[in-house]
């Protein structure tokens, strides 16, 4: 199916709309390569979860213009150290802005201002999808809603990122990643057994629905090259946790009774599946079956363990979990990280050292599939960067733009997306309108 804009061929094209296009497309890809070429996006989102979905539609080509606030920009601008070194001697970019806004253009605007207002209006009636994620009612003052965007562009994909939805009795809340974890059950199943419930290291819940609500717009760009017709798609923080909650949700349902609380590393429904300590460290031993349980007895010495009455099975290695799990950890202390990693190479049972994120990233493996790129920042220099990370066979979805500054390409939206003049510019510019 053909996803080229219908604004293509649908409205007047704009005298320097091929030359953005060209510009756009910097770097060395080719553009018929790029699976969304000619969708346009209007991000009108910040933090993590909304820019994290906007970057994946960059990733795979969309044209995709970020708003700011004019002066502040988005809020991650600010959320350091550590900080991009700048070669201007100023105070760098942020890494965690740099992690999700790829592949974008900044426009730095105030919606709050009516000429601000008129200028994303504008832009909606020219672009294939926004994102924004304000509370629930919050851009309706600003003329900014599905419902009055849709009646200038009914072809737009409307997507609300938001903590709690657009209904129920918790709309209004401002929800955050970490505050989702808490509520939505997933602070509660993460931990050591006998230790507190912590959050996961990094914004999982914000991450899970970034990528929800991009498998979405996917869904309704098919959707409206069957029926013209573009909808509003309502994504919550809180749905998408309750999702993600996968089997242990299941369990719940089907059971009718509460989940088994915090295993650490462990799986709640295989023994063996977690970390063990080693001489210098630790390793992750994944035991996942039967098969892969003799495997690693045979590994470790212990032979007669695979037809031990009490392990013979996995429904009993979990019944004696407290019994088997000790044992193998006296058997893993022996030796170290690098001499397990030597003896279990090749035996065909997952298996993993547990590394540190530095590590990660200088893995050979990550390395070879291309999952860190350099690339060269206007004001940092050259930056490193995690690559997107899905391989296709024709297709080249991949970093074509660095993070932008703030407002760097103002100029270039309102001249070439709008048609405006210097003139016109220069004015909204030096009212505050843009930056």
């Known amino acids: 199916m053909n996803f080229t804009s219908k604004h293509s061929t649908m409205l007047p094209v704009l005298p320097h709309a091929c030359m953005w296009r060209r510009r756009w497309f910097s770097t060395a890809v080719d553009p018929s390569k790029l699976p969304l070429k000619g969708i346009r996006v209007l991000d009108m989102t910040r933090v993590l979860a909304g820019p994290y979905c906007t970057q994946i539609l960059g990733d795979l080509g969309a044209d995709v213009i970020k708003t700011e ?5 988005d809020d991650t601008r600010a959320w350091g150290p550590p900080y991009a070194d700048s070669l201007n001697g100023r105070r760098g970019e942020s890494a965690y802005f740099l992690c ?4 974008k253009k900044s426009l730095g605007i105030s919606f709050k201002e009516p000429r601000g207002q008129k200028v994303l209006q504008q832009l909606a009636a020219k672009s294939d999808i926004l994102v924004e994620n304000y509370l629930p009612g ?8 599905y419902n009055h ?18 209904t129920g009795p918790y709309r209004k809340r401002a929800g955050y990643d970490v505050i989702v974890e808490a509520e939505f ?6 931990g050591e057994p006998d230790g507190p419930p912590v959050k996961v290291g990094v914004a999982v819940t914000d991450l899970t629905t970034g990528l929800y609500a991009s498998n979405s717009i996917m869904a309704a760009l098919i959707g409206r090259g069957r029926t013209g017709r573009g909808q509003h798609i309502d994504v919550a ?3 998408c946790q309750v999702a993600s909650l996968a089997n242990i949700a299941s369990s719940a349902l089907i059971s009718g009774e509460n989940d088994s609380g915090r295993h650490g590393t462990a799986h709640p429904s295989i023994v063996p599946y977690e970390s063990f300590p080693t001489k210098d460290g630790n390793i992750l031993l994944g035991g996942g079956n039967d098969r892969l349980y003799g495997i690693l007895c045979e590994k470790i010495g212990q032979p007669q363990w695979i037809s031990d009455s009490r392990f013979v099975t996995n429904e009993m290695r979990v019944k004696n979990r407290n019994t088997l799990v000790p044992m193998i950890a006296e058997k893993t202390k022996e030796k170290t990280t690098q001499e397990w990693l030597g003896i279990l190479e090749g035996c065909g049972m997952p298996y993993a050292p547990i590394n540190d994120i530095q590590t ?76």
């Open 69 to 73: 606030h004019p002066t502040k920009g």
């Open 100 to 103: 999700v806004n790829r592949n």
């Open 138 to 145: 919050t851009l309706e003052k600003y003329g900014l809603s």
């Open 149 to 166: 965007l849709s009646k200038l562009n009914p072809s737009l994909i409307y997507v609300s990122i938001t903590g709690y939805g657009q």
């Open 185 to 190: 059950g997933l602070m509660h199943i993460t």
């Open 237 to 239: 923080l809180s749905d």
């Open 360 to 435: 990660t990233l200088s893995h050979e493996h990550v390395l070879a599939r291309d999952m860190v790129r350099t690339v060269n920042h206007p004001e940092c220099g050259p930056i490193k960067l995690v690559n997107t990370p899905v391989k296709y066979s024709d297709s080249m979805p991949g970093i074509r733009m660095p993070p932008p500054t703030l407002g760097q390409h103002t100029d270039e939206v309102l001249r070439d997306v709008l048609g405006m003049d210097e003139n016109q510019i220069a004015e909204l510019k030096a009212t505050g309108v843009v930056s």
